[in-house]
């Protein structure tokens, strides 16, 4: 049985002040939330969140890394330093890093590698655009971004990974996949993981993510293939964010 999981995704929204009011918010109501919940937060909030998460079971996440462990890579953070703060995940291969800066699915993969080799959970987001669900490309593109990880890592590190799945037409839009949607490409993935390891396949974690918000979480997560939410806009207010991770 996998267990439901729901993780917040801030982008580069953030403050001080906010992160604050953001974290209690969410941590007052996680007595009542069974789904395992994960924020990931901008690198410089990291240690703040650290700090105010401490005895709780909220989880915490960066958004990128670097695959080297360290050296002379200006501006850049290794997985390592992402581990120093407490963090146990790390977003990969979300579309804004593949569309907005470049990074294409092998180089996806060579993060994914960094991050399990320092013994961080990647969560591995994959996902077609709009242009190409059109034209019937949706299963090919979702195909080539697991493979190029499936083929650099092997089946078995995905005992270690979470999968995103995140069609990019509905990511900050308002348009959601519909359930029946999500579900398809949820199989999808799975029964692909399935080619290589049916027990793996099982076991792994596929999130949806994409307009999700307190209003079609349920809907979404009812569905049997889909394993809980990556949330974006909806992460950046407690009281939305909890109904989502109550809704698992
Ligand atoms: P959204 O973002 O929930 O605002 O659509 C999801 C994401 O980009 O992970």
């Known amino acids: 049985m996998r267990k439901t999981i729901v993780a917040g995704n801030w982008k580069m929204n953030a403050s001080k002040e906010s992160v604050n009011s953001l974290i209690n918010g969410i941590l007052s109501g996680m007595s009542d939330v069974s789904s395992d919940v994960i924020v990931c937060a901008p690198f410089p909030y990291l240690s703040q969140v650290e700090a105010l998460i401490i005895n709780s079971d909220l989880m915490l996440g960066a958004q990128n890394l670097n695959v080297n462990s360290k050296g002379a890579f200006t501006g850049e ?38 991050a399990v080799d320092a013994g961080l959970t990647p969560i591995l987001c994959v996902g077609e655009s709009f242009e190409e669900r059109e034209s019937g490309n949706t299963e090919a593109v979702v195909e080539e971004q697991l493979n190029a990880v499936v083929g650099l890592l092997g089946i078995e590190a995905f005992n270690g990974i979470i999968v995103a799945y995140e069609p990019v037409w509905a990511i900050g839009t308002g348009l959601t996949a519909t359930p029946e949607q999500a579900q398809s490409v949820h199989l999808f993935i799975r029964n692909l993981l399935a080619g290589s390891s049916e027990s793996i396949a099982q076991n792994t974690p596929i999130l949806y993510g994409g307009s999700m918000n307190a209003g079609n979480a349920a809907d979404l997560i009812s569905c049997s293939d889909i394993d809980g939410g990556l949330i974006g806009g909806a992460a950046l207010k407690a009281e939305d964010f909890l109904q989502i991770c109550k809704a698992g």
């Open 77 to 114: 953070v290794s997985a390592e330093m992402i581990k120093d703060f407490g963090a146990q995940h790390v977003l990969v291969g979300h579309s804004e890093r593949r569309s907005l800066y470049g990074e294409t699915s092998t180089i996806v993969a060579e993060k994914t590698k960094a």
